[in-house]
């Protein structure tokens, strides 16, 4: 695939992935690190060391004033009220029929500031919707292009992260809370987040900073970087949503088995229509499969139970931890089941499998 024909973005890190021999793809419109040696390497190293992820493609936007939490409580599904400065929340923003526009982390940086990190593929989408539906077009900024992003993940990286910073800046930073750090005269929001299930850290930062960050990590035999192959496999073990695929605009959180990021106690965009599936139900629920062998099935292989269709696999993939293909499956409720065996098949290749709860990897 060219670049020209594809006119893909490229992040401040572009010529650092060339450097290290990286296969690019297309990737939410942009020229993205699919792997540098192999994805199950990488998968491994990142749950027994530490990996460097490139996340620069992520969308920033901010949203600032005295109406900002007010404004922002009606657009998302997690509660802000009751959010102290400095925590990391996560959540949905929902059109009118309760359908998932996105999956987003709040981040509180004061009563009259506040920080979403939304998906790169739904940045334009976003930025439209928010905009009009906020009282003042002067309180929203996009500052994407600005803003680059870093992940380091595994159980070394706050090794890795105090080694890098020198002041132990890890040790009294909690799950899903932030704190603003000085590195060489950087200002780095660091916050203790990620997309593995392992501990890790999110570093954001001026775009200009980029290398030179890159290159204070990528230096410790301990990091490795990771591209998106097993960023994938990473998140499916644990059983993480990928926007897109197993979550969107057609199915609710409910659906996506996600209610707990909802806080129902409140006004919010598409609030009737959950209220209506909570009364009504709905038919079919996202669980997750384990494969009895080492093949996986891929998006939209049918899931069968007694030769009949009860649903379609959203993720698969293989996963290097526990040897066996795996992913997240839509199913009919009824068959929703931990261990309910069933077979995952496109017309071609039939795989035997189990319906499992989440995260697939304990």
């Given at each position: 695939?060219?670049?020209?024909?594809?006119?893909?973005?490229?992040?401040?890190?572009?010529?650092?992935?060339?450097?290290?021999?990286?296969?690019?793809?297309?990737?939410?419109?942009?020229?993205?690190?699919?792997?540098?040696?192999?994805?199950?390497?990488?998968?491994?190293?990142?749950?027994?060391?530490?990996?460097?992820?490139?996340?620069?493609?992520?969308?920033?936007?901010?949203?600032?004033?005295?109406?900002?939490?007010?404004?922002?409580?009606?657009?998302?599904?997690?509660?802000?009220?009751?959010?102290?400065?400095?925590?990391?929340?996560?959540?949905?923003?929902?059109?009118?029929?309760?359908?998932?526009?996105?999956?987003?982390?709040?981040?509180?940086?004061?009563?009259?500031?506040?920080?979403?990190?939304?998906?790169?593929?739904?940045?334009?989408?976003?930025?439209?919707?928010?905009?009009?539906?906020?009282?003042?077009?002067?309180?929203?900024?996009?500052?994407?292009?600005?803003?680059?992003?870093?992940?380091?993940?595994?159980?070394?990286?706050?090794?890795?992260?105090?080694?890098?910073?020198?002041?132990?800046?890890?040790?009294?930073?909690?799950?899903?809370?932030?704190?603003?750090?000085?590195?060489?005269?950087?200002?780095?929001?660091?916050?203790?987040?990620?997309?593995?299930?392992?501990?890790?850290?999110?570093?954001?930062?001026s775009a200009s900073f980029a290398e030179n960050i890159w290159d204070m990590f990528i230096k410790s035999d301990e990091v490795k970087p990771i591209g998106l192959g097993a960023r994938d496999t990473l998140r499916m073990e644990m059983g993480y949503s990928l926007y897109g695929s197993d979550i969107d605009e057609n199915h609710s959180p409910f659906e996506a088995n996600l209610d707990k990021f909802v806080f129902m106690e409140k006004c919010f965009i598409g609030k009737d229509a959950l209220l209506k599936q909570s009364e009504y139900g709905f038919s079919r629920v996202l669980k997750g499969f384990v494969c009895e062998t080492r093949r996986c099935a891929r998006s939209h292989f049918n899931v069968v139970s007694g030769g009949n269709v009860i649903?379609?696999?959203?993720?698969?993939?293989?996963?290097?931890?526990?040897?066996?293909?795996?992913?997240?499956?839509?199913?009919?409720?009824?068959?929703?089941?931990?261990?309910?065996?069933?077979?995952?098949?496109?017309?071609?290749?039939?795989?035997?499998?189990?319906?499992?709860?989440?995260?697939?990897?304990?």
């Amino acid at each position: 695939m060219s670049e020209k024909k594809y006119n893909l973005k490229k992040t401040p890190l572009y010529n650092k992935h060339i450097e290290l021999g990286a296969k690019m793809v297309p990737f939410s419109g942009w020229n993205m690190p699919v792997q540098y040696t192999s994805i199950i390497d990488e998968h491994i190293h990142t749950r027994t060391k530490a990996g460097l992820f490139d996340i620069c493609h992520m969308g920033e936007f901010f949203l600032k004033g005295p109406h900002a939490e007010e404004e922002l409580e009606r657009l998302v599904t997690c509660r802000i009220s009751d959010m102290p400065e400095g925590k990391c929340r996560y959540g949905f923003m929902l059109n009118e029929k309760g359908g998932i526009i996105d999956d987003l982390i709040v981040f509180k940086i004061s009563s009259e500031e506040f920080k979403l990190v939304v998906n790169a593929g739904t940045i334009e989408k976003d930025k439209k919707w928010i905009m009009s539906r906020i009282s003042s077009k002067d309180m929203f900024a996009d500052e994407s292009e600005k803003i680059a992003k870093l992940d380091i993940q595994g159980p070394l990286s706050d090794v890795i992260v105090d080694n890098v910073f020198k002041n132990g800046v890890t040790q009294d930073l909690k799950r899903y809370h932030f704190k603003y750090v000085d590195f060489a005269g950087v200002k780095v929001l660091l916050s203790r987040t990620g997309y593995t299930g392992e501990l890790g850290y999110e570093l954001f930062f001026s775009a200009s900073f980029a290398e030179n960050i890159w290159d204070m990590f990528i230096k410790s035999d301990e990091v490795k970087p990771i591209g998106l192959g097993a960023r994938d496999t990473l998140r499916m073990e644990m059983g993480y949503s990928l926007y897109g695929s197993d979550i969107d605009e057609n199915h609710s959180p409910f659906e996506a088995n996600l209610d707990k990021f909802v806080f129902m106690e409140k006004c919010f965009i598409g609030k009737d229509a959950l209220l209506k599936q909570s009364e009504y139900g709905f038919s079919r629920v996202l669980k997750g499969f384990v494969c009895e062998t080492r093949r996986c099935a891929r998006s939209h292989f049918n899931v069968v139970s007694g030769g009949n269709v009860i649903g379609e696999v959203t993720s698969g993939s293989f996963s290097p931890c526990l040897k066996k293909g795996i992913g997240l499956c839509r199913v009919e409720k009824t068959f929703a089941v931990q261990d309910t065996p069933v077979i995952l098949t496109d017309g071609k290749i039939d795989v035997p499998a189990k319906i499992k709860d989440v995260p697939l990897l304990k």
